[in-house]
T-cell receptor
Framework: GAVVSQHPSWVICKSGTSVKIECRSL??????MFWYRQFPKQSLMLMAT?????????EQGVEKDKFLINHASLTLSTLTVTSAHPEDSSFYIC??????????FGPGTRLTVL | GQSLEQPSEVTAVEGAIVQINCTYQ??????LSWYQQHDGGAPTFLSY????GLEETGRFSSFLSRSDSYGYLLLQELQMKDSASYFC?????????????FGAGTRLFVKA
């Protein structure tokens, strides 16, 4: 079946540094990918929709200058958390559309900012 | 805006049947999905309903009534491994294209 990978699976960084998370569709092309954030025991909150070759569409309340999204190819989208702070510590999950009705999720990246 | 409501917790015994309801208020509705998530893991896709009716996949079934803005996930022959969080999610289309919005999740506890 379709697989979406994320790298790294976990990362610990110091406050003020930037962290890049990669999301890859391994056996299909995805013109649209999504980035979600999930805090412990909470739901997945959509941060932005990443479209290949164009600017990402951010949800209300998500700082586009802080969470930089690049969808440079049909199989790769990246999320960069700039100037990370402890409150950015979360589980970041990407997903990719494999068809009009099918959305696959990556395994997630756990970010801890010290 | 979009809103989804589902119970926060459900407890059932092994072998039983449990139904998790989901009501939604949304614009640009296309379909209703269900996802399962175990602690520490990513969500896994269970089902998607775009049309009214019941979809069955093994022990899991999902139902949608578009006129009532309502759906449910039915889990039969519960097993201990079914203990997890279950999210309903609406697929909507807005100015930026399609996106999936998740409900708050229902934590299912299966007891022996």
């Amino acid at each position: 079946g379709a697989v979406v990978s994320q790298h790294p699976s976990w990362v610990i960084c110091k406050s003020g540094t930037s962290v890049k998370i990669e999301c890859r569709s391994l056996d299909f092309q995805a013109t649209t990918m999504f980035w979600y954030r999930q805090f412990p025991k909470q739901s997945l909150m959509l941060m932005a929709t990443s479209n290949e070759g164009s600017k990402a569409t951010y949800e209300q309340g998500v700082e586009k200058d802080k969470f930089l999204i690049n969808h440079a190819s049909l199989t790769l989208s990246t999320l960069t958390v700039t100037s990370a702070h402890p409150e950015d510590s979360s589980f970041y999950i990407c997903s990719a559309m494999a068809g009009p009705d099918t959305q696959y999720f990556g395994p997630g990246t756990r970010l801890t900012v010290l | 805006g979009q809103s989804l409501e589902q119970p926060s917790e459900v407890t059932a015994v092994e072998g039983a049947i449990v139904q998790i309801n989901c009501t939604y208020q949304t614009s640009g509705f296309y379909g209703l999905s269900w996802y399962q998530q175990h602690d520490g893991g990513a969500p896994t896709f269970l089902s998607y309903n775009a049309l009214d009716g019941l979809e069955e996949t093994g022990r899991f079934s999902s139902f949608l009534s578009r006129s009532d803005s309502y759906g449910y996930l039915l889990l039969q022959e519960l097993q201990m491994k079914d203990s997890a969080s279950y999210f309903c999610a609406v697929r909507v289309r807005g100015t930026g294209g399609f996106k999936t919005i998740f409900g708050a999740g229902t934590r299912l506890f299966v007891k022996a």
